[in-house]
């Protein structure tokens, strides 16, 4: 067995083994929260009370098998799965979703960093402008919402319209316009004008998350793939390592405006953590592009309900 072979092998085990304990401590989680005195060390209006909800377990299962599958970002399919099927109000989507996708992708951006295949200097030009985006973004839902009442939810679907309109293009593009192939491992040299375009860059996208909780992963990856002249393997590392930067100060502005439900999140992690596991493992029997092509056009057609109210 060749060496990258082996290494591969080694990763798929070692994440199992991660899987099967963060299941674990998730359960501990959900039957020992009641017995937690939660009131007054949390912010008001984060949702507690721990308990198994086998609903939402599953659509996180399916999410979870979607997002193994496909290599798409969590975000985008699980909003709609939150506002449409769940029924949760859209600005307690966007904050469980935030929080759910710091947590699932600091194990992947853990082993990128590991590997190697991360490239510090583009991840910290694109966090120069992404984190204060995600932060101005996120707390604009609370400064409209002061505003203009439980109206904010209005704006927040719109919002995500938007987003999904743009991901589901961005999707398109990537699964049937193939890009110049790269194969350099060395970070990316970083001119001035790159350097400011990456910060603004980092900022729209921040942004974009901050409000919806959609574009750190498909619609990111794509202006990566187009512009940045690096190996492919190393934009993989670079978009999880930053989306994790990314969406944990997004989470946690939405978490301290209570706009978090941890009961939520925490069952939509015991359901995807094994679909991902499941779904990656069935990803050579997949159509892919098919797939991604079906999903772009029902992101599109969500998007452009929500975009027309």
Do not use: C
Not at 18 to 26: G, P, S, W
Not at 155 to 184: C, E, M, N, P, Q
């Amino acid at each position: 067995m060749s060496n990258i072979a082996r290494r591969s092998e080694e990763w798929h085990l070692n994440r199992d083994w991660m899987v099967v304990l963060v299941a674990l401590v998730l359960l501990a989680a959900v039957k020992l929260g009641p017995a937690i005195p939660w009131e007054g060390a949390l912010p008001e209006g984060v949702g507690t009370g721990a308990r198994f909800a086998p609903n939402i377990a599953l659509a996180g299962l399916l999410v979870g098998f979607m997002v193994g599958l496909t290599g798409m970002g969590s975000g985008a399919l699980m909003a709609p799965v939150l506002i449409f099927v769940l029924h949760v109000k859209p600005s307690l989507a966007v904050g469980s979703d935030l929080v759910y996708a710091a947590v699932t992708k600091m194990f992947g951006a853990f082993q990128h960093y590991k590997h190697g295949t991360v490239d510090l200097g583009l991840t910290r030009w694109l966090a120069t402008g992404s984190v204060p985006g995600a932060l101005l973004g996120a707390q604009s839902i609370g400064w409209l919402r002061a505003a203009y009442g439980e109206a904010v939810e209005v704006y927040i679907l719109k919002s995500l319209g938007l987003a999904f309109l743009l991901v589901s293009a961005s999707i398109l593009l990537k699964t049937f316009l193939r890009g110049r192939k790269h194969t350099d491992l060395e970070p990316i040299r970083m001119s001035a004008r790159r350097k400011g375009m990456t910060v603004l860059l980092g900022f729209l996208v921040g942004m974009l998350v901050g409000v919806t909780s959609v574009g750190s992963g498909s619609l990111l990856m794509t202006v990566l793939i187009l512009f940045y002249p690096i190996a492919t393997t190393r934009l993989v590392g670079t978009d999880i390592f930053h989306a994790v930067l990314l969406t944990a100060a997004a989470g946690a502005t939405h978490f301290f405006a209570g706009n978090v439900d941890l009961v939520l999140v925490s069952n939509l992690l015991l359901g995807s953590v094994p679909g991902i596991v499941v779904g990656s493992r069935l990803v050579s029997l997949a159509p892919e592009r098919l797939l991604r092509a079906v999903l772009a056009v029902v992101l599109f057609l969500t998007g452009l309900k929500m975009w027309l109210g």
